[in-house]
């Protein structure tokens, strides 16, 4: 098999086109055998619930080249348990872990050529998506549902290193409603993020650090992603049914504790921000982006975080942990990697 064509240390972290992608359809009451198509659009009703009625949720996850030239797949099970449970939270049918992974095999087998070469810094990052497909003009859940997953090669998320960003923090929106679908991976999550977080970019930030929609004196989510602090030596992280329950954070929870340090999921407020020794948001496309300043935008207060212009040496050991064992390059003490016979 030819590999891909592609300047493997100039990829950015975007859409590149693959030769496959693999879908599977549920109706009647059941899904049935897995299709492999290499189209990259979908044929849908006008009047599908995924459009009218926001029936959709998603995944992200990654492949990765070793060392040792195994590709391994990090933590797929998990991601297979929260597609179900976004499944379930808005009324859509559920995916089987078997299916679940089977077409994550599938689909990395059939475009082996754009998985990247270990040392460059990239990866193959795979996205399964779940959409109701019954025409509805009322408002009811579908019948029938497509499950599908892509692939696409990605580059490094720190293009220009390693290193801290500016975030900021305002009142002036909330990303989801008490109660509602923020633990969920749905689509409608992200696009109510979207106003906030281009105006954080227009000022010059990376992201907005949201607060609890209720009291509005919590820490929530940073952006698309979870948030943690180190405080006095301990590994902390909001507490929310608000917020989406990360793959990555959960991840980073382990390995602080296996480091020996305390953890604490816990409702976090804004008054212990000038407490923190570090912070950073964590997920699966940057693992952790630390944070440098963090920016109170209805009263100018100004919280300095990474006082010396770096990340700090609990983020940096996390980051080069998670990645490291992503690579193959340490132990996996907690056998997260599934490794794909090629």
Known sequence: MKEADIEWKNLGFGYVPTDYNVRCYYRNGKWGEIEVSSSETIEMHIAATSLHYGQECFEGLKAFRGKDGNVRVFR???NAKRIQESAR????????TELFMQMTEKVIKLNE??????????????RPLEIGMTARVGVKPADEYCFLMLVTPVGPYFKEGFKPTNICLTREYDRVAPKGTGRYKVGGNYAASLVAGEKAH??????????????????????????YAIKEGKYIT??????LPSITNDSLMQLASDMGMGVERRHITIDEIPD???????????VCSPVGE??????????????????GPVTQKLYDTLNGIRLG??????????????
């Open 238 to 243: 909001p507490a929310s049914d608000s917020i």
């Open 76 to 78: 797929p099970i998990e």
């Open 89 to 96: 939270g808005i009324k859509m049918a559920e995916i089987p």
């Open 329 to 342: 390059e340490i132990d996996d003490p907690h056998n997260w990697n599934v490794v794909i016979d090629l």
């Open 202 to 227: 227009e000022l010059g930030y990376s992201a907005v650090l949201y607060l609890d929609p209720k009291e509005k004196k919590y820490l929530d989510e940073c952006g698309p992603a979870n948030f």
């Open 276 to 286: 923190f020794s570090e912070a950073a948001a964590c997920g699966t496309a940057a």
């Open 113 to 126: 050529r754009f998985i990247p070469p270990y040392g460059s810094g990239a990866s193959l990052y795979i």
């Open 294 to 311: 963090i920016h109170d935008l209805d009263n100018g207060t100004k919280y300095v975080i990474a006082k010396d212009g770096k990340p």
